[in-house]
């Protein structure tokens, strides 16, 4: 397949993932941490801008960016944060998840010790991240109204310095597969794909691009 039809199928995936939404003040932004460091200052401003009185770093050790970080993702995050002016004190860490469904979970066990119950979260992550983020949140906590957002770039303004655009696609694949799966194995609320996004999804598969996948 020619990258025309490569970048094409995998902006699909790509559009349909990234689920932006109309902000509302809220009692907490919550980050999904993660290999792009883009997002915490994304989530610093937000946060300046006054959406929420707490800025929550969610994010463990994970295999990739064990080799990019020396530390949890959250600590990478929090220093980012307050290098970017955010009071230490409005700032909480979950440093031990490991997957989407924890960084929820673990994320409220925490809400849960501080005593604070909020009704209203602005969840952050990756651009390509927000559905399953979304589709998770409102499965685990259906109380709790929530808001994505993440910084506002494009499939092509995607890849960094340690994620290039051939792995960007097989994250996308393995994306779009686990809000299918999931979803089925009863781990998120189901979400409705268009025909046209599972076709981008098996050309890039049967192309090869199966490096994220789940068994």
């Known amino acids: 397949m020619d990258d025309l039809k490569v970048n094409a199928f995998a902006r699909q995936i790509w559009n349909y993932c990234n689920i932006q939404m109309p902000l509302i003040k809220s009692d907490a932004i919550v980050v999904l941490c993660s290999h792009d460091i883009r997002i915490a200052e994304f989530a610093s401003k937000l946060f300046l801008e006054g959406w929420a009185p707490y800025l929550i770093f969610s994010g463990g050790i994970s295999s990739f960016t064990s080799r990019i970080y020396s530390t949890s993702e959250a600590e990478v995050f929090r220093e980012i944060a307050i290098a970017n002016n955010i009071p230490p004190e409005a700032i909480i860490i979950e440093t031990n998840s490991t997957n989407t469904q924890e960084n929820l979970e673990f994320t409220w066990n ?6 604070l119950q909020p009704s209203k979260v602005i969840l952050v992550q990756t651009p390509n991240m927000l559905r399953r983020a979304y589709a998770t949140a409102t499965h685990l906590f259906p109380d709790v109204e929530f808001f994505t957002t993440s910084h506002k770039i494009s499939f092509e303004e995607a890849p960094h310095s340690y994620l290039s655009k051939e792995m960007l696609i097989h ?5 779009l597969q686990r809000i299918s799966i999931y979803a089925d194995r009863g781990f998120i609320k189901p979400q409705v794909i268009d025909p046209s996004v599972f076709n981008a999804y098996h050309e890039l598969k049967n192309s090869g691009y199966k490096g994220n996948l789940i068994k």
């Open 171 to 175: 994250e996308l694949v393995g994306d």
């Open 110 to 115: 925490i809400f849960e010790q501080r005593k």
